[in-house]
């Protein structure tokens, strides 16, 4: 569902991802394992095209980013680390207009929007600003608006910093629910080895290049520790 090929991503001097080569099958919860400065949000860049790569290429559901970018785009959907809403729209208003630039039906739309928060429980909150709402539920907003397009591919930046436990546990058991359901991929990034643990399967960046590949279990014992954040740990500080 999706693949990158030699993945190269320099700034200036500083290579960011080096030769980095994935491929994630539909149906996966892969998480992104990486230490502050690993490169995760780089990739998570290039593959939504926000920066072009130096070298390699970027293939989404059959279509090459490079040559076919609108194509690609379609399949993905993204909660980056930073917020992107507008705080002076209500949260319907934030997601209509998500929902417009993907060429929703309204009817269609309306139904996606009041499923998704119902389901991350800020259905009540619908008409408010973004402006008046906590930082967990501005987060809740930026994850229903990934999905409202149904991309096959989910990728997701640090995706639970400032959720509570409870709704960090519904936002998990929601994307695994989907994974398992729609055979949506979903790209994990994260520094938290618990998060990892939950996951079908685990990529360990390190200085922009693939340290490990494999199920929590696996990779721990790839890094060559009794757990995966011994092994993480060992290999990564
Ligand atoms: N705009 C930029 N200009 C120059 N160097 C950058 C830029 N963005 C990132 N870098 C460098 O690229 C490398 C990868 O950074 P990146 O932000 O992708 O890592 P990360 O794994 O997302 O880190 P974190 O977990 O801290 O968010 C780091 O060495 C970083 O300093």
Not at 61 to 73: I, Q, V
Not at 110 to 135: F, M, Q, Y
Not at 198 to 209: F, P
Request: glycine share 8%; with cysteine.
């Amino acid at each position: 569902m999706l693949r990158t090929i030699d993945l190269t991503k320099r700034y200036g001097t500083r290579t960011a991802l080096q030769s980095l080569s994935l491929h994630l099958p539909a149906g996966q919860f892969v998480a992104l394992l990486g230490p502050n400065g690993a490169g995760k949000s780089t990739l998570f860049q290039v593959l939504t095209g926000m920066f072009a790569a130096d070298e390699g290429e970027v293939e989404v559901a059959g279509h090459s980013l490079r040559r076919s970018a609108t194509a690609a785009l379609r399949h993905i959907g993204v909660v980056f680390q930073q917020m992107s809403l507008d705080l002076d729209l209500s949260i319907r208003r934030n997601l209509l207009f998500q929902a417009d630039l993907h060429g929703l039906p309204r009817r269609l739309a309306t139904e996606r929007i009041a499923s998704a928060c119902e389901r991350l429980n800020i259905d009540a909150d619908l008409d408010r600003k973004v402006r008046e709402l906590s930082g967990g539920n501005r987060r809740k907003v930026e994850l229903a608006r990934a999905g409202l397009h149904r991309p096959a591919v989910l990728l997701m930046d640090e995706a639970t910093v400032g959720l509570d436990p409870k709704s960090r546990q519904d936002l998990l058991a929601a994307l695994h629910e989907d994974v398992r359901e729609r055979g949506v991929c979903v790209l994990w990034a994260t520094h938290r080895v618990e998060e990892a643990e939950e996951a079908d399967r685990v990529l360990v960046l390190h200085k922009g290049s693939l340290l490990a590949d494999g199920t929590p279990a696996d990779v721990g014992r790839q890094l060559g520790g009794a757990t995966l954040e011994a092994g993480f740990i060992a290999r990564t500080a």
